[in-house]
């Protein structure tokens, strides 16, 4: 990691530096992953339900599809081990078909301890996956748009000169957002249950934090998130609430407005979109910072929580939505 552009951690309104840990890097996603006995408590959870059957126990445990070759493992390894450390049986639906795998086995005990190790073993790798979906308000209303555009140009045409400024720096005005969470949604069962919990956060609390209003932002100053603004990742345009109540939970944020582009990008055809991207080449915004440190992009009202899918557009440009929930 160059110690000149740290991971940075935002808390309580503070910026942290990240320090390196040095960590075993996993050579293959593919390989076995084993828990030992020791590693998961072998008694009965709550979390799930084990019945009983004529032949003994059995759990299901909904998996997305994505996911199987994990409990697979290499040349089936590591499904063979759960099953003979557990004494079960564990069936795996075929590759591409959605479904549930099905843990069996003679004592509950079993079923149990093979139920919690796939629950640690999938856990781990779901982490590992790209981000599929985010949660967002859109922030590409015409009037944002225009003074973005009037942006791009005057830094295109005062600081072009400057080491990595291009128009290929820029963010498509069409997909201009204020990202509030990502999320990791492997199929349409998870996409949908991530829909009905949004839904149920409305009339949890949202409802409650808007008064059942739209929310009226400031997009206003830029700002960069490295140490060195001569080697810059992203610069982004800073969002306030316009009221500046403390009613409400989404008071600052801030929206990307140029992002260094990864020299190269290759998509996976698998479920998850995985991509793999080579390092970011940095660019020069010493001058940008200068010049536009408090440059206006407007007044803009979010009426919407959007679930939008990544790598992906609608009609309107945006990116396509999974799901919304209305303000109002």
Known sequence: MDVLRPTLVRIGGRVY???????????????????GPGD??????DAFVVEETEKGFQCRVEVPSPLYKYVIGKKGETKKRLETETRTSISI?????????VITGQQRGGVVSARTRIDVLLDSFRKKQP??????FALNQPVI?????????EVLEKCSQDHGVSSSLFQNPAKLHLTLGTLVLLNKQEIQRACDLLQQCKEDFVDHITGGKPLTVEVAGVEYMNDDPAMMDVLYAKVHMKDGSDKNRFRK?????????QPTEERSSAPSGKSSFRERESF?????????????????QLDAVLLSQRYSSDASGYYGTAGRLALR
């Open 17 to 35: 530096r990240k320090n390196l840990i040095h960590e075993q890097v996993q050579q293959q996603e593919e390989e076995d992953f084993y828990t």
């Open 40 to 45: 998961c408590a072998d008694e009965p959870c």
């Open 93 to 101: 639906p075929k590759p591409g078909v959605e479904g549930e795998i």
């Open 131 to 136: 981000f599929t979906h985010f949660l967002s």
């Open 145 to 153: 748009q225009e003074k973005f555009l009037q942006f791009k140009e």
């Open 253 to 261: 944020g801030h929206v990307i407005v140029t992002f260094s582009p």
């Open 284 to 300: 020069n915004g010493r001058n940008i910072l200068k010049l536009f440190e408090s440059f206006s992009f407007g007044e803009a």
